[in-house]
């Protein structure tokens, strides 16, 4: 039997109607969806009725659905001739394990493609009113991961971000948001950088709260900020309050 193949597809943010045009058609010839935690359910209904829906959610700390055992979801499927698509929130290729599954079906043989989707590190601060790039504000920006196997994330050049970089997109990071902080600071970020935390980007629980590096932990803290968020930091994170546009459950914007 010839094998399946399979589509490694982003399902954007959060917000449904952020998901791409390629990635509804995958969803609808799919056979098997192998979907993450994070992705809106609302995209399931793109799929066939018959179709056997998978959930393999990933919380901090909590695995449904082991790494190893995805793999085997897709090796196992992919044999018997179907065509998956392995639904993952945000892009598959930016901290979404899409290469590390790329990479075990390149060793089995079993055909693929990448379907790129919108990532929350430029959606979610869109959504709240923060350019991660402006002419006057910041000509560049890096993606960071705010957490590593070991923990926290002490395998990043803190230095480099700090004095190289104008705008930061960090994700999962809330757990860390304290020792961030006082690793920029440390590497000669001013206190009083703007900072931003986006709660659940761009869906309808969407919450931004704003500060400095200095007072950002203890606002967090009082707010009960939770996962998924995103952290911004940098000058843009100042227009905020003037480029504003998307409703939100609770507006709270607090600058030392």
């Known amino acids: 039997m010839k094998k399946g193949k399979v589509y490694i597809v982003g399902a ?106 919108i990532t929350s590190g430029i959606a979610a601060p869109a959504y709240a009113g923060i350019p991660v790039t402006h002419r006057e504000w910041g000509s560049s920006f890096a993606i960071v991961t705010g957490h590593s196997v070991t923990g926290k994330p002490d395998n990043i ?38 900072i931003a935390v986006i709660e659940q980007g761009t869906t309808g629980f969407q919450r931004t709260f704003t500060g400095t590096i200095d007072t950002i932990v203890a606002i967090v803290k009082r707010e009960q900020v939770a996962n998924p968020a995103m952290i911004v930091i940098g000058e843009v994170v100042n227009l905020s309050a003037k480029l504003t546009w998307f409703s939100e459950k609770t507006k709270n914007k607090e600058f030392a």
């Not at 959060?14 to 058609?25: C, E, M, R, S």
């Not at 018959?50 to 901090?60: D, R, T, V």
């Not at 992919?78 to 639904?87: A, D, N, Q």
Request: charged content about 25%; overall charge neutral.
């Open 157 to 194: 050049n803190w230095h480099h971000l700090a004095h190289g970089v104008d705008t930061i997109a960090i994700y999962m990071g809330i757990k860390n948001l304290p020792y961030i902080c006082k690793q920029l600071c440390s590497c000669g970020k001013k206190p009083e950088t703007a």
């Open 12 to 117: 954007g943010p959060g917000d449904p109607d952020l998901i791409t045009v390629k990635a509804t058609k995958c969803l609808a010839e799919a056979d098997i969806i192998l979907y993450d935690r994070l992705v809106n359910r609302e995209l399931l209904l793109y799929g066939k009725p018959e179709a056997e829906y998978i959930f393999c959610g990933k919380a901090p700390g909590k695995h449904c659905v082991s790494q190893e055992d995805i793999h085997q979801l897709l090796i196992s499927k992919s044999i018997e001739g179907k065509t998956i698509v392995r639904l993952k929130g945000g892009d598959p290729f930016i901290f979404g394990r899409g290469g590390e599954e790329a990479e075990v079906l390149v060793k089995h043989g079993i055909q693929f493609e990448i379907v790129p989707g």
